[in-house]
């Protein structure tokens, strides 16, 4: 939103996962969705980063 909020997004798992096969292993989704994940793409390789503004997504990428 204006605020710099990050909102939920639908079938969160669904595009982890496609993403997966394609190649990306970190990805930066919105913090409420974290806990609605499909377990079984969070496995070891795959790194889940859950941040509720704009601002903590870029110091997640910064952290990179």
């Given at each position: 939103?204006?605020a710099g909020?990050?909102?939920n997004i639908?079938f969160?798992?669904?595009r982890i996962?496609?993403?997966?096969?394609?190649?990306f292993?970190r990805f930066?989704?919105?913090f409420n969705?974290v806990?609605?994940?499909?377990?079984?793409?969070?496995?070891s390789?795959?790194?889940?980063?859950?941040?509720k503004?704009?601002?903590?997504a870029i110091?997640?990428?910064?952290?990179?």
């Amino acid at each position: 939103g204006l605020a710099g909020e990050i909102r939920n997004i639908s079938f969160c798992s669904q595009r982890i996962a496609e993403a997966k096969r394609l190649g990306f292993n970190r990805f930066i989704v919105p913090f409420n969705a974290v806990a609605n994940l499909d377990k079984s793409i969070t496995t070891s390789d795959v790194k889940i980063i859950g941040v509720k503004s704009i601002g903590e997504a870029i110091a997640a990428l910064a952290r990179s």
